[in-house]
């Protein structure tokens, strides 16, 4: 408090002893102010009105001040809360909101946790979490939530809206990190559609495949535009031990550069595919493979 709230702490500790028909002299006045004077009004104002619907007995300053402090330990997490919401951390793809107290609670645990020691690194971690919560009571600091990001983005998602939601995150700050990741999320859904990679090897090679035939799911479109042609494929041997690509590399340009040359895709609109290197006969294109012209 400020020298300007003396007079009305004055007015609120006479009001808090009126009940009890005490009567306080400037003596009492300054004695009450010593003790509590490290605290602001509106804290010692709401445990006064406290301590009027649960007081039984004739109030002291020190038992308004035991109040007080109570009322500040009561914004805190317990440590046994403090270290379930700490073990998500262990977990890098989780997404967890907490203290910087916990946090640093929980970087001195986290070794014998690593060791399979979950007893042991529960009780340093509470040792160290009553320890550091006590030193910011001291300081009259309130908790302070902060967000450690996981891998996994709707896990963040979900951790930001649980957060918010028990009131540990203001609405603008967890609004703004629900924006931030969900616009990720969308980048995220782009970077993945499909886009084929034609792998060729060199001369020495018998067949082309693309590269994510097996990596990404074939697209629905691709096989209602071009499935019934592959049992034709398969007579003609096309196909015949290899896996069916997702799209046939087609040259583009009248001209075809060297090196692609050199991996046996002939020049043309034409979509093709590598089979198996010649024998003595080269075909016009000089590439050194024969190769299997299919219009689709």
Not at 60 to 82: M, Q
Not at 98 to 104: C, H
Not at 170 to 177: I, K, V
Not at 205 to 225: I, K, N
């Amino acid at each position: 408090m400020q020298a300007n709230d003396r007079e009305r702490f004055n007015d609120l500790i006479r009001t808090l002893c009126k009940p009890y028909r005490l009567e306080l002299d400037a003596t009492d006045f300054d004695i009450w102010w010593v003790v509590l004077n490290e605290f602001p009004f509106e804290v010692i104002e709401a445990s006064v009105v406290q301590y009027l619907k649960t007081g039984k007995y004739a109030p002291k300053p020190a038992d308004l001040y035991t109040a007080i402090l109570d009322r500040y330990r009561s914004l805190w997490w317990s440590p046994d809360e403090a270290w379930v919401h700490a073990l998500r951390a262990a977990d890098e793809d989780e997404t967890v909101v907490w203290t910087n107290e916990a946090a640093t609670a929980f970087g001195e645990a986290r070794i014998a946790l690593e060791r399979g020691d979950e007893f042991g690194a529960r009780a340093a971690f509470i040792k160290a979490y009553q320890r550091l919560v006590e030193a910011a009571i001291e300081d009259r600091r309130v908790p302070e939530y902060t967000v450690s990001l996981g891998f996994d983005r709707q896990r963040r998602i979900n951790a930001i809206q649980q957060a918010k939601a028990q009131g540990y995150l203001p609405a603008d700050r967890a609004n703004r990190l629900l924006a931030e990741n969900s616009q990720g999320m969308k980048e995220r859904r782009k970077r993945r559609r499909w886009r084929p990679k034609t792998l060729c090897a060199s001369n020495g090679a018998r067949r082309c495949r693309t590269a994510s035939a097996r990596s990404l799911p074939r697209p629905r479109a691709w096989r209602r535009r071009w499935g019934h042609r592959i049992p034709r494929l398969l007579r003609l041997g096309t196909l015949s031990n290899a896996p069916v690509p997702r799209r046939w590399p087609a040259p583009r340009g009248p001209g075809v550069p060297g090196d692609r040359a050199a991996l046996g895709i002939l020049p043309g609109p034409v979509r093709q595919r590598c089979l198996e290197p010649l024998g003595p006969a080269a075909p016009a294109s000089g590439t050194g493979h024969r190769c299997s012209r299919i219009v689709l």
